[in-house]
C-alpha cells in the first residue's frame, strides 16, 4: 500500500471527507454555445460539439480550473477531474476518440495545478485529485433491440479496454484515486474496476478506487439489481470506498446510504444531487 492510500485513509479514520459537487451544472452556469466548444481548435471538426464537456478542457482550461478552485475554496478534500464522458466510447457520438488521452492527462493537470494553487495559501491542507470514471455511454447489460434480446449496445471486451486506455491516461496525469462513478450497470462497473487492478498489475502503481453507484427510488438500477446485489458483485475488489451519487437529494438518498454502510465492510460515500 503506498502513502497515498494511507494517507487517505488515516484521515478517514478521522473526520468526514467532503468530495466536491456536480461538474456539469457548473459549466451549464455559463450558457455556452457551440463557437464556444469548438473555438480555433476544432473550428472545422465534423459533427457538432456542444455539451462536450470534455472538448472544453482542451479549449478552455480556465473555465474548468475555476470551478475547481470554487470547490476547494468551499471546502472540498476531494475534487473531481472533468472526465465523466472521457472515454473511447462516450466520445465515438463526438467523433474525437482519438483525443482520450490528451482529454484525461489535461483534466489530471488542471485539477492539479487548482490544488497546488490552494496550497500556496495555506500549506496546511490535505487535498486529493479523484480521476472521474463515468458508466459510459453503452450498458453491457440493457436490451437495446427488442426483435434481438441477446445483443446489447456494447460488449466486455471494448468496455475493458476503453477503460484501461482512460485509467491509464488518467494515472499518466498524476491522479491521487479512481472515482467509478454514477454506475446504472453494474456489469459496466466491474469492466472499470477490471481494468484498474490490471493497469495496477500492468504499471506497479495501486491507487486508491472508489465506487459510486446508482439507484432509483425503488432501490434498484436500471439493470434491475437492487443495492445488496449491486455490492455482493464488486465487494470482492479491493476499494477504499463504495457509495451512492446522483440519482436524488439527500433526504430520498439516506434509506439507501444507510442500507450500504450497513453490508459494506468499506468506507460509504454519499455524493446527491
Known sequence: MNSKNN?????????????????????????????????ERFKNHPVDLKNNNEALMLVRPDVIKD?????????ADIIETNTFNANSISMADFEMEH?????????????????????????NRTMWVAGAIGPCTRSASVVVDADRPGYRGVVWDTLLASYYQQAAALLKGGVDLFLCETTFDTLNLKAALFAIQQLFEDTGVSNPVMASLFVDQAGGNLTGQNLESMWISISHVPLLSVGLNCAFGPDLMRPFIEELSSKADVFVSAYSC
Do not use: C
Not at 13 to 19: A, F, P, Y
Not at 100 to 118: C, K, L, S
Open 67 to 75: 470551478i475547481h478552485m470554487r470547490y476547494l475554496m468551499a471546502g
Open 7 to 39: 494517507s487517505i485513509q488515516e484521515e478517514l479514520r478521522k473526520r468526514i471527507l467532503i468530495i466536491d459537487g456536480a461538474m456539469g451544472t457548473m459549466i451549464q452556469r455559463h450558457k455556452f454555445v457551440e463557437a464556444d466548444y469548438r473555438a
Open 99 to 123: 483525443l482520450v488521452e490528451e482529454m484525461n492527462v489535461t483534466a489530471a493537470h488542471i485539477a492539479r495545478e487548482a490544488v497546488n494553487d490552494i496550497l500556496q495559501e495555506d500549506p
